[in-house]
Nanobody
């Protein structure tokens, strides 16, 4: 139900953009990431009220947005750091406040070399 694209390998300081397309409108959409040996963490969300939220480590570097159809989610990642290396997952849920991350994408690898 969620199809991701984007990701890849860049040098530190570079940029990448992830895209996630849902088969239909879903109230809440967001991005998570997980690197080996670490727990999955929420990176950014776009809730059903139109509000965005970011984890502190990516504020001022990443930007989450939706396409005009509201079923596509983007994550623009600028000034990437090696510690941003992870598998990135698109997630979505039916509640406006994102209480239930019910749907997950297949993941997109992001690798940042120092």
């Amino acid at each position: 139900q969620l199809v991701e694209s984007g990701g890849g390998s860049v040098q530190a300081g570079g940029s990448l953009r992830l895209s996630c397309t849902a088969s239909q409108y879903i109230a809440c959409m967001g991005w998570f990431r997980q690197s080996p040996g670490k727990e999955r963490e929420e990176v950014a969300r776009f809730d059903g009220y139109g509000q965005t939220n970011y984890t502190d480590s990516v504020k001022d570097r990443f930007s989450i947005s939706k396409g005009s159809a509201k079923s596509t989610l983007y994550l623009q990642m600028d000034r990437l750091k090696p510690e941003d290396t992870a598998m990135y997952y698109c997630a979505a849920g039916p509640y406006l406040d994102c209480r239930d991350w019910r749907y997950w994408g297949q993941g997109a690898q992001v690798s940042v070399a120092s």
